[in-house]
């Protein structure tokens, strides 16, 4: 166990920066809250549970809407255990919740799998469904019956930068994204702004995987040789291979992902728990148990047809400011902590964003090595 990082634990998250776009006519039929004796249904596709990432993170929140007495049920479906992303095992699922209009609401989405999402979307369009986080949208838009969520992650991946900054005593920080493409990317490019910005070096690393905790152990000792001490994952279950490394080194923090990692493991993995300074928190939990919220009482239909992007200013994304955090930042870290998150919450700050780059194969090497150690 580390002598500097003490045993404590609580989670804050803090708010979001939204945008919307588009709005068609709600659709006709499917129920819109309160419209049946059995009360609210809503159906939750995900490819499997267990990722100890985000998934679980909306799956919790699942279990724990359907588990309140306030009239509402939520069936979670483990579509693709596989993750094949077989196109017929999706359709069929969904399928199986849309045809006799049994469920208010159908949630799915994620990159990988929302094209089945939207197929089903033109297939029911009486049908009311959630995208909880996508990546692109139909080329003729959203659709009427759906509401689609994302993550101001250019947001997140600046304050990441900015606390991994203040923490390094070597000058040196890095990164493990899972793949490299222009949606995970967005992670990090608020991120190696900011390090750019403030003259700190980094180190990236794309292990090509989500799964393979050997593999992220090996990447991550790579980074520690070339002197990054503070390390965030944001790389699924490989992530652990990350923080099992970060935990062997007395000198070295690690950030984690989506959920609070710190309160995840604190019970069952206390070295690794000591490890993770904080989390930087994707909270598909709050969006989802707001949106069961406004289909209870009717004005989901008001969203149907739009895009937005939950960011800081609605508790979308921030960081896990948890008892652990607390005991081993000093006062002045977060508060810079704290100025950079009402910064770019109020436009103040301008977030370079990869999937809004006009030319991504170029602007993006751009700024991805500006400062970056090889």
Not at 63 to 77: P, Q
Not at 257 to 262: F, H, L, S, T
Not at 274 to 284: D, G, H, V
Not at 335 to 344: E, H, P, R, Y
Request: some cysteine; glycine content about 10%; charged content about 25%.
């Amino acid at each position: 166990m580390k002598n500097s990082k003490k045993f404590l634990a609580s989670l804050l998250a803090l708010t979001l920066l939204a945008g919307c776009s588009g709005g068609n006519a709600a659709p006709e039929g499917g129920s819109e809250g309160g419209s049946t004796e059995e009360g609210i249904k809503i159906a939750v596709l995900l490819p499997f549970t267990g990722d100890q990432s985000y998934f679980d993170t909306l799956a919790t929140a699942a279990k724990e809407v359907d588990a309140e007495d306030n009239g509402i049920s939520v069936k979670i479906i483990e579509v693709d255990p596989g993750g094949s992303a077989d196109e017929s095992l999706w359709m069929n699922a969904f399928d199986d919740v849309c045809e006799d209009g049994e469920y208010d609401l159908v949630v799915s989405g994620n990159n990988t799998y929302e094209g089945f999402l939207y197929k089903a979307c033109e297939k029911y369009p009486d049908q009311m469904f959630y995208n909880f986080d996508y990546s692109a949208l139909p080329e003729s838009g959203v659709p009427a019956n759906c509401y689609c969520v994302n993550w101001a992650l250019d947001d997140l991946g600046y304050v990441v930068g900015t606390l991994s900054a203040e923490m390094t005593k070597t000058g040196t920080v890095g990164v493990v994204v899972g793949m490299d493409n222009q949606a995970m990317n967005q992670f990090i490019s608020g991120y190696v702004q900011v390090l750019a910005d403030k003259g700190v070096k980094y180190v990236v690393s794309y292990p090509g995987s989500f799964t393979d905790t050997d593999l992220g152990k090996e990447v991550t000792n790579a980074m520690i040789d070339k002197g990054a001490d503070v390390i965030w994952q944001v790389a699924g279950g490989l992530g652990n291979g990350v923080i099992e490394a970060c935990s062997q080194h007395d000198d070295v923090w690690c950030i984690g992902v989506d959920q609070d990692q710190y309160l995840q493991f604190a019970e069952t993995k206390p070295e690794w728990a000591n490890t993770i300074l904080t989390s930087a928190l994707k909270n598909t939990n709050v969006a989802f148990k707001a949106v069961c919220g406004m289909v209870k009482d009717g004005t989901y239909k008001d969203k149907l047809g739009k895009a937005e992007a939950w960011g800081i200013a609605l508790n979308g994304v921030g960081l896990a400011e948890n008892d652990y955090y607390m005991a081993n930042t000093t006062e002045e870290v977060r508060a810079k902590v704290a100025d950079t998150l009402a910064k770019v919450a109020s436009g103040e700050v301008e977030v370079k964003d990869t999937l809004e780059m006009a030319d991504y194969d170029k602007e993006w090497p751009e700024l991805l090595n500006a400062n970056r150690v090889e």
